[in-house]
């Protein structure tokens, strides 16, 4: 497979449920810009987009999460959740197939669905760039959100197994597409805490997530992270960031950065511009979209 195109954005289902809270002028940036991003996918003409995204402990609550899922069903279900509508989403699945036989031989032992369900991470950035009509998925969940979380060196060497794993796959262009962040934090300080309890002490308690009106946002964080991402050097933020840094600097919802990082490995450190960046507190969230430039 070609790797015709990367991009990686920002995913909250807020600026579907929020949409009318946030600023016109902000929303419209938003609303223009993802629509703009599939405008330059569909130019790419790809046969399918491998989009790597998240789950919310939703799809995989905690009586089994997974770091890495790859979906192998002739469909992926979108499950409706925050306030995003349900849908069902076409899947490749020869390349989703060949996907996960090749990242088996590159070491990423890679869990597998065929019967793939996926939350707004996956749904929001295909609505607001494709509308009703979405290209064929291969969709890939990383775990961002329940802790022990992947190391970002981590995500970053899935991404290069991923680019092996295309390049020796059968004839076809492909687009990746990285979702998450940018800095956000989600749900009250109580349910952060309850959520980075160590593993195996959280199950028999709830946390019933709350949002506020509007939230913080850290704009310095932020771009700082799309300056290293633009100029190449994803593997200076995994050397020089720790999850706990991340953490106390960008919030919880920043840990979704996995995924851009993921993308800057499948697309060997390609250079990226900024489509958009958009801080908006409405919506709780960091707001960018970055295009990765292929010579």
């Known amino acids: 497979m070609e790797i015709a195109g990367a991009f990686a954005c920002s995913h909250a289902g807020l600026f579907v449920g929020r949409r009318e809270l946030a600023p016109a002028d902000q929303c419209a940036a938003v609303y223009d810009a993802f629509r703009a991003m599939g405008d330059a996918i569909r130019a790419l003409e790809p046969d399918a987009i491998v989009l790597v995204a998240t789950d919310h402990a939703r799809v995989y609550p905690l009586t089994c999460v997974p770091q890495y899922v790859i979906g192998v069903s002739p ?9 995003v509508p349900t849908r069902m989403v076409p899947v490749h699945q020869a ?12 070491g990423v032992d890679l869990a597998f669905s065929e019967a793939m369900r996926i939350d707004h991470s996956f749904v929001v950035p295909l609505m607001l760039a494709f509308g009703d009509e979405s290209p064929p998925i291969v969709p890939i969940h990383q775990n961002c959100n329940v802790p022990p979380l992947p190391p970002f060196a981590r995500s970053y060497t899935v991404g290069r197994a991923l680019r092996t794993a295309l390049q020796a796959g059968p004839a076809g262009r492909v687009v990746v597409i990285g979702t998450g962040g940018l800095s956000h934090w989600v749900g009250s300080e109580a349910e952060q805490r309850f ?101």
């Not at 469909?75 to 306030?83: K, P, S």
């Not at 390349?95 to 590159?106: E, I, K, R, T």
């Not at 995924?259 to 507190?281: F, H, I, K, R, T």
Request: charged share 20%; with cysteine.
């Open 75 to 83: 469909t992926a279900e979108g499950i409706g959740d925050a306030q």
């Open 195 to 295: 959520m980075r309890r160590p593993a195996g002490t959280r199950i028999r308690e709830t946390a019933t997530l709350t949002l506020p009106d509007t939230g913080l946002v850290n704009t310095t964080f932020d771009r700082h992270f799309l300056e290293l991402i633009c100029a190449g050097r994803a593997q200076t933020f995994v050397a020089e960031w720790t999850p706990e840094r991340l953490y106390d600097e960008a919030g919880n919802g920043a840990q979704e950065l996995r995924n851009w990082l993921l993308v800057a490995g499948a697309a060997d450190d390609a250079p990226a511009s900024v489509l958009l960046y958009e801080a908006v507190s409405e919506w709780l969230t960091g707001t960018a979209i970055v295009q990765f430039s292929f010579r």
């Open 95 to 106: 390349f989703a197939q060949a996907m996960l036989s090749g990242m088996l031989d590159g």
